[in-house]
């Protein structure tokens, strides 16, 4: 009498396959999910970052400057801060000659800031006759207020004592996340700037 030897064979059978392939499916749709959605957070929290950074450092520099505003040598004559709506005229006599540098385009005796609205930038002049450079960009408002030694608003220049500049900007891309504002996230800062010259 013969024996049958029946071999073992290991394997799935096609509906174990298709329940396998499913779950693996399922699982990787819900890690691309993920990693989409950790994508987006990690560019909106890069896109805020650079905002922050963006208006702080405008706000940095043009007060940096504007604590050099109306320095002059002793018995000179310089009026430090020019009142104007449309721009921020600050001068120091840095070299100490007596006099303001308004012509040459790399002087920093004579520096202007302005808002450019169409572009959405602060622009920076070196020199009445200089080429403006941009400061910061994405900027939605950059106002600046001029204010006496008792803290009112004047519009005398010769009574200009201490400025308000507020700088307000927008993250240049939006977030899909953020329904407010079309999705642009936004960011003021204020700053009341003294420069000690101007009371000299």
């Known amino acids: 009498m013969r024996r049958r030897i029946f071999q073992n064979t290991a394997g799935f059978t096609l509906v174990e396959m298709m329940v396998a392939l499913a779950i693996g499916m399922v699982v990787i749709a819900s890690v691309a999910g993920t990693f989409r959605a950790q994508t987006r957070q990690n560019k909106a929290e890069e896109e805020i970052s650079q905002l922050h950074q963006n208006v702080r450092g405008a706000l940095d520099i043009i007060s940096r400057e504007l604590m050099q505003a109306g320095y002059k040598a002793s018995g000179g004559s310089v009026t430090g801060v020019t009142y104007s709506t449309t721009q921020l005229l600050i001068q120091a006599d840095l070299d100490g000659n007596g006099a303001i540098d308004n012509t040459s385009n790399s002087t920093t005796e004579y520096i202007i800031y302005a808002y450019d609205s169409t572009n959405q930038q602060i622009t920076r002049k070196l020199g009445s006759g200089g080429t403006s450079y941009m400061v910061a960009d994405n900027i939605t408002q950059f106002t600046f207020s001029y204010l006496d030694a008792s803290s009112a608003a004047t519009t005398t220049t ?23 504002n079309n999705g642009y996230r936004t960011y003021q800062l204020s700053a009341d700037i003294i420069p000690p010259n101007l009371a000299l």
């Open 158 to 180: 010769s009574l200009i004592r201490k400025l308000t500049i507020s700088i307000t900007g927008q993250t240049a891309k939006p977030d899909p996340s953020y329904s407010t």
